[in-house]
């Protein structure tokens, strides 16, 4: 069941970052504050633990220079987020109802041994009328098309992006992140998804952004600054 109904006048993003992340159960009520587990050339990126589940959220922000149309209209390029998002082998967009909302599949290419992971979600674009700053709400929906061989269904997963303008062709960007992958995945790896994963796919957005394609992209459904 998903409890967004949202009727805004603007639009709202997603871009998924890999969610080859976390163990256990997911939405946790308590929390803890978030403890800063790297920074990197202007990227940080954080970790909280859920005082009653072992899950950990991650969040992940920076500052870049961009328009919002360059960002969403990378993080709609779904085929080509096996070029930057950490992990990510495959990915589409299964069905598009209208520029606001979709579906959205990702294959993660897994290290040895562990199987690889997929997930499909339900993506809602929202634009604030005042500020313009846009919100991607991301939420699983694991039965939409049948489970692979060999690919472990991630049936639990959430995702937040938030693009917000500041002027000066400045946007800060907020990714946050909780997910229950499912399995017994080993220490180092959950580790490595922690530490290196969202910061790697932060830095591959920003690369994106100066790649000659991205740059003066357009979209008529989202207001800038």
Known sequence: MFLY???VKGSFLFVLIHLFLFQTSIFGQDETEWKLVKSVDGIHAYV??????????????????AQLS???????????????????????????????????????????????????????????????SVKIVSIGLPDYIPEKEDCVRIRTIFSQWTFNPLGNGSVFIKLEIE????????????????????LSTMEGLLNELQKENNIGVTLDYIKEL
């Open 179 to 198: 997910a229950d992958i499912g399995g017994k995945i080993p220490v180092w790896l959950v580790n490595l998804v922690v530490t290196k994963g969202p």
């Open 48 to 65: 909280q633990k859920q005082l009653d589940t072992k899950v950990r959220k991650v969040k992940v922000e920076t500052i870049a220079t």
């Open 70 to 132: 360059e960002l969403i209209s990378i993080i709609k390029n779904a085929k080509c987020h096996k070029d930057w998002v950490f992990l990510n082998k495959s990915a589409c967009i299964l069905e598009e109802e209208s520029d606001y909302c979709w579906k959205y599949y990702a294959h993660t290419n897994s290290p040895w041994p562990v199987f690889d992971r997929d997930f499909i979600t339900d993506v809602v674009l929202i634009q604030d009328s005042v500020d313009y």
């Open 5 to 7: 109904f949202i009727w």
